[in-house]
């Protein structure tokens, strides 16, 4: 929504569909390197997770045009797209690679000319792999690097739209690449997780600031707009008593995602855990004023699925359940799977109630 103007859009990321890993001079994020690492295919018909090839994917980077025109005759006015900051910067921090800019501005050239508006996303999960090798987003040094990734886009890209965003899903992100290794970087440290949101936070308030300069220097339009998107689940409460469950819940899924680049600050339940679990993870009063100073215009919501929270006290009743609990990396609640609902072949509940109700929760808070 811009005012009071609905954008009918898709949504996709250059990891998933683009292609072309090796040309245009793009080289490995931390994503081709995991995936020909656990390449996996499962056998038919089974729910399971696959890790294939994504050398070729959709070959977004020959087809695009061809995909313009398609978009076009289905009526859509948005192509919200996950840049690849690898393609970009494929060797260091400094030298953008012309090629890469070359690439997207053919792209989103294209989509305007059809009419559709190009809304990106600098940042979906694929640290180059020549910054994670330096540590990725644990070293401090990201913010710099990514400065100078986002500075580039704006200034050769930011003509294209008046609506962007910096970050997508971080949480799942971190929880799955950091607190585990089921996504690279694969880490699976406490510690490590808490650099690494930290510092995905302080990038994104960096991006900010460029932002806003890139509109004095007339790169960008004076009204265009940059947030934050976020995979938040909304909870339904399982069973009387559970409130102060889906409270701390949301406490930490919704207010510590978004808190920082919204509000300049984090939940006090952070500053708590980081002191339980004796973290060595400074987080200065100058990176609090960075946050402050430049909070982003607006959420990006991907809405999945609600989930049920209950007191992490509370014993299983298998015979209500679908399955054991879920706990998470804190105490105080956990997710439950009542059987008299519906679910996908993933364990995903199929419920759209929360999708109106949710959206008037993140927009009576931010």
Not at 53 to 80: E, H, N
């Amino acid at each position: 929504m811009i005012g009071k103007k609905f954008i009918f859009a898709a949504s996709t990321c250059a990891f998933q569909i683009e292609g072309g890993r090796n040309l245009g001079g793009r080289t490995d994020s931390i994503w081709d390197e995991f995936t020909k690492r656990n390449f996996f295919i499962p056998p038919l018909g089974k729910a399971t997770r696959e890790i294939n090839s994504i050398a070729l994917a959709s070959d977004f980077y020959s087809k695009y045009k061809t995909d313009a025109r398609i978009m076009k005759r289905m009526g859509l006015q948005g192509f919200v797209y996950n840049m690849d900051w690898t393609r970009i910067f494929p060797k260091n921090s400094s030298d953008f690679n012309p090629e890469g800019i070359k690439f997207y501005d053919d792209v989103f050239k294209t989509l305007t000319e059809k009419g559709i508006k190009p809304i990106p996303i600098l940042y979906h999960w694929d640290t180059p792999m020549w910054a994670e090798i330096q540590g990725g987003f644990e070293n401090r040094d990201v913010i710099e690097w990514f400065r100078n990734y986002v500075r580039i886009v704006f200034r050769f890209l930011g003509k294209y739209s008046d609506l962007s965003f910096v970050n997508d899903e971080n949480s799942t992100f971190t929880l799955n690449g950091y607190l585990s290794d089921y996504y690279p970087p694969a880490k699976n440290n406490k510690t490590a997780f808490a650099k690494a949101i930290h510092h995905l936070n302080l990038s994104a308030a960096i991006a900010k600031e460029e932002f806003e300069l890139a509109k004095v220097a007339g790169y960008i339009a004076e009204d265009a707009r940059l947030g934050i998107d976020h995979d938040w689940t909304p909870p339904h409460q399982y069973q009387e008593g559970d409130e102060a469950a889906v409270v701390k819940y949301n406490q930490w899924f919704k207010n510590f995602f978004l808190d920082p680049n919204l509000k300049g600050t984090y939940p006090e339940v952070f500053f708590q855990w980081l002191k339980d679990e004796e973290i060595d993870l400074t987080i200065t009063d100058q990176d609090l004023t960075l946050l402050l100073k430049n909070r982003l215009d607006l959420i990006g919501w991907n809405y999945y699925r609600p989930c049920y929270i209950t007191s992490d006290e509370n014993v299983d009743d298998l015979k209500m359940l679908r399955q054991k609990s879920h706990t998470f990396f804190v105490s105080g609640f956990k997710q439950v799977f009542p059987k008299d609902i519906e679910y996908t072949k993933w364990n995903w509940i199929i419920d759209p109630s929360m999708l109106a109700t949710g959206a008037e929760i993140l927009w009576k808070e931010y």
